[in-house]
C-alpha cells in the first residue's frame, strides 16, 4: 500500500462544476502540500497546509490530521484547470526545515467546455 | 525574481555513458532536493540538501546515483553508467525556512526539469 493514496485517479468534469479530490495518507507528516503539474510537466505549489483549510481563489483545501486525509475543492471550474493535482507528504528526516516529499500517484482533471 | 533553473533541459544518452544534470536554486534557499518523475510514474525523491548538514540520501536509487551542492546553491547530479530504466525527468526544488522557523517545512519551489532519455 503507497503511503500517499489519491483519488480518482482520473476525473473529468464540465465546466463550472464542483470538483473534489481527495488524497489519504498512512505515514506521520509535518505538513501536507497540494501540487498541480499541467501538460508541459511544470509544477507549481497550491497549498502547503498542516491543520485546517486554506482558500486561494476558487481552490480550497482541507486536512484532518485525525483521519489523515485531506481535499482540494475547486469551484466553478474551467478548462484551463485541466492538469494533474499531485498531493504530497513532508515525511521523514526533518532538518532545519526540510523535509522529503512523499507523493500520491497524481489525479488528472480534464474539465470540458 | 529568478526561479528554479535547471540544464541541460533534455539529455539523450547511450547506456553506459555518465551524465550530471545542474540546478541552479532560487537564491538565498538554503534547501535543494531532487526528485524524479518515470513515464507514466509518480514523483519519488532522490535527496536533498539542507545548508551545511548532511544530505538524505535515502531516495538514492543506486550507487550510481550521486549528488554534490558546492557552496551552499548550485547543486550537481551525476548518473554514473547510465541504464535505460534511469530515463526519466530529474526535477530540482528549493525552498527556505519558514520566516525563519526551524521547525516548520516550507513552500517547495520545482524547476522546468531535464527529461534524460538514456537509449
Known amino acids: 500500500k503507497n503511503e500517499v493514496e489519491q483519488s480518482p485517479q482520473n476525473l473529468t468534469a464540465q465546466e463550472g462544476e464542483f470538483i473534489t479530490i481527495n488524497c489519504s495518507y498512512s505515514?506521520?507528516?509535518?505538513?501536507l502540500h497540494w501540487l498541480q503539474q499541467h501538460p508541459g510537466g511544470g509544477i507549481v505549489s497550491l497549498f502547503m497546509?498542516?491543520?485546517g483549510k486554506k482558500k486561494h481563489g476558487r481552490l480550497i483545501a482541507t486536512i484532518n490530521i485525525q483521519e489523515k486525509h485531506s481535499s482540494l475543492h475547486i469551484t466553478a471550474s474551467h478548462p484551463r484547470d485541466s492538469a494533474v493535482y499531485i498531493c504530497?507528504?513532508?515525511?521523514?528526516?526533518?532538518?532545519?526545515?526540510?523535509?522529503?516529499?512523499?507523493f500520491g500517484q497524481g489525479t488528472r482533471l480534464t474539465i470540458n467546455p | 525574481g529568478a526561479g528554479v533553473s535547471q540544464s541541460p533541459s533534455n539529455k539523450v544518452t547511450e547506456k553506459g555513458k555518465d551524465v550530471e544534470l545542474r540546478c541552479d536554486p532560487i537564491?538565498?534557499?538554503?534547501?535543494l532536493y531532487w526528485y524524479r518523475q518515470s513515464l507514466g510514474q509518480g514523483l519519488e525523491f532522490l535527496i536533498y540538501?539542507?545548508?551545511?548538514?548532511?544530505?538524505?540520501k535515502s531516495g538514492l536509487p543506486s550507487d550510481r546515483f550521486s549528488a554534490e551542492r558546492t557552496g551552499g546553491s548550485v547543486s550537481t547530479l551525476t548518473i554514473q553508467r547510465t541504464q535505460q530504466e534511469d530515463s526519466a525527468v530529474y526535477l530540482c526544488?528549493?525552498?527556505?525556512?519558514?520566516?525563519?522557523?526551524?521547525?516548520?517545512?516550507?513552500?517547495?519551489?520545482f524547476g522546468p526539469g531535464t527529461r534524460l532519455t538514456v537509449l
Open positions: 497546509l498542516s491543520s
Open positions: 540538501f539542507q545548508g551545511n548538514s548532511a544530505p538524505d
Open positions: 504530497a507528504v513532508g515525511a521523514g528526516s526533518f532538518i532545519q526545515g526540510a523535509q522529503k516529499l512523499v
Open positions: 526544488a528549493s525552498s527556505s525556512l519558514a520566516g525563519g522557523h526551524a521547525l516548520r517545512t516550507d513552500t517547495q519551489y
Open positions: 505515514v506521520g507528516i509535518s505538513a
Open positions: 537564491s538565498g534557499h538554503t534547501a
